[in-house]
């Protein structure tokens, strides 16, 4: 076969790597006879796929591996092959070709690099369009809540970073600024393979601002993500908002000077009533009110039947995680350590990351990849080459 | 008046007689500290005897006031809050003068206006709720125009334009206002949010044939938004003590069907406002239906009337005119 013909060729170039064990080198037979089904299954789809939606969503996951490959291929194609090289007799056209060939080469090892990249993330689960998103204080008391603040932070800083829109639909603080736990909800089908890997128990040691003794504490919070099948939205009519004030008639504006700033709305079709009273705005007070009820609408949509099963089932798989200490934040040390990353888990810059930039999104990039890899290794372990691909060989 | 200068000289010695005990701001190690929830004890009673509307909320502004902490962060059962000694003659001060009526704004010297907050002074008018809901509907219409000049007639404490300055970028305001004492408010309070680069005000009283300022007569705007006084003399009789006793009746008196400072609004807006551009007031209840027909009857070919809005209690307060 062609292929085959191709490998040959290529076994004289790589030849300390075509004797590689790992699974996921290029000269990996199970591998190679894996992209030729992906790229064989594609072309059958695109002959078959009218009409129906599954399918092109199978195509167009697959468009971004298969393209990689056939470039791969016409690359491989530039390479002059041994026998060639030994049949022309000119000495200055062979340096010619071998060094055509050493550019190829290096061409043919990024693409490798970008095809294999391609195949990582067709190993991903399904897509999410939404997802939710908790922060959870845990053991520590007001310490491990101040630090779950400090998490909250990071991760909105790291949507606003990413471009996700979220909304917040509960938060709950404590009197010196902590936070008992915060539920929102990211809608963008990206962000569930981002996310996945924050899920877990995050620890803090450090020497918090509450202690007098000056000793180190050890305090944690816990990120769940949750996906979500269907997106979730809820749109509020002004006018079927019923707002409340303390001053129920009389004149207004000038007339009078009250102080009045709590508001309290009732939403009129679902007779839900939201009150709120922190600020001494009352426009501040009204915008706080509005969010309170659009989060509230929100849960009670979160909280209907279908999506309720969809959400317990995904929440438990969340589960098995829950326990494992993903990661530490040492403040004493100015360092971050993420345990699940073999070698150089460790960061310093404490500060920088919590800012929920570049540096997060670089461990997670990390995690993504180990994670992408163990489960394509997974795969091809498993995979048995379809019956026609077998026969053609 | 009486009760402001007594308080004041009160907080004099107070503050005289502390600094030389300690020079620090951190609560004396030496006073007794008093539990907040003690303190308050009676003071509910008291204001609403007073006829104080509102108590626990006017409590928690002091309270938050007096412990220098922002209102929102200050828990509402005030569960472990102290005062020391000095901190509990200010609280016990500000609320007797409350009981006098004193509006809370001026007791507390700031108030939160939208997103900004405004210090108050005594003799400038304290911006009202609805006033909120009003510049709210100013931005949301000027909010993608890509630069917009903006006149404000008469600015108080400065709270419209500022707030507007303050949520959209693309703003220059200039304000007039006829107090000096407002003049000043209005642009301490600019540099105290950082707004001063984009915001001028002239102390400059609106009268017939001299509606603007000299330096100011030839300008033109995009916009020119104006809370103006609009209470009617005759209702005056009718007003809380906080606004009688203590607010600037400047700011207040519109004359006897309360337009008359709106009038003169008119003429300058017709003068200044480039074709096409809006001119947006705060109003009474009853005044958008009266000024749709003025409109009609004296303003034909310069200015029209758009439409009127509802404040948040459902009061036509809000009219939107147009410079032809």
Redesign the interface.
Known sequence: MFIRKLLNVRSHYHLRRWVSTDPLSFQNKKLQSYLESLRLEYYALRVSAAGNNSEYARLSRLDGVVNALEQHRALQRNITSEQDMAVEKDEDMRALMQEENNVYTDLLQKQEDALLKELLTLSDDELYPALIFEVNAGAGGQEAMLFAYELYNMYTSFFDHMGWQYDEFAHETT?I?GLRHANLIVHDSEAYQWLRYEAGVHRVQRVPATEKAGRIHTSTASITVIPRPADVHVHIAERDLK?E???ASG????????????VRIVHLPTGLAVEA????????N?ELAIKRLHAKLMQQQLESAEASTQATRKAQQGNLNRNEKIRTYNFVQDRVTDHRVQKGGTQHNLSGFLDGGQQLSGLIERLQLENRRAKLVELLETWQPPKEAADMN | MTTRTAARSLSATLSGSSSTATTTTTPPSGGSLVEVNKALDGWEQKLKDAGVRDTEFNLKCIVSHVLQRKFNTVPDDFTQLKFNSEQLADFERFCEARCARMPLQHIIGEWDFMDITLKTAPTVFIPRPETEEFVRLVIENYKDVKHVDMLEVGCGSGAMSLSMLHALPQVDATAIERSKAATALAWENAKLLGLQQRFKVHNHTMEKDKYMPEELKDKQYDLIISNPPYVKTDEFQYLHPEVVVYENLNALDGGSDGLRVARLVFELACRHLRPGGKLWLELGNEHPPLVKTIMHLKYQGRLTFVDSYFDQYKRERFVQLQKV
């Open positions: 009197d600024g707002i004030t303390k001053r004149a207004g504006g000038q007339h009078v000077n009250t102080t009045d700033s709590a009273q922190s600020e001494r705005s009352q426009l501040k009204r």
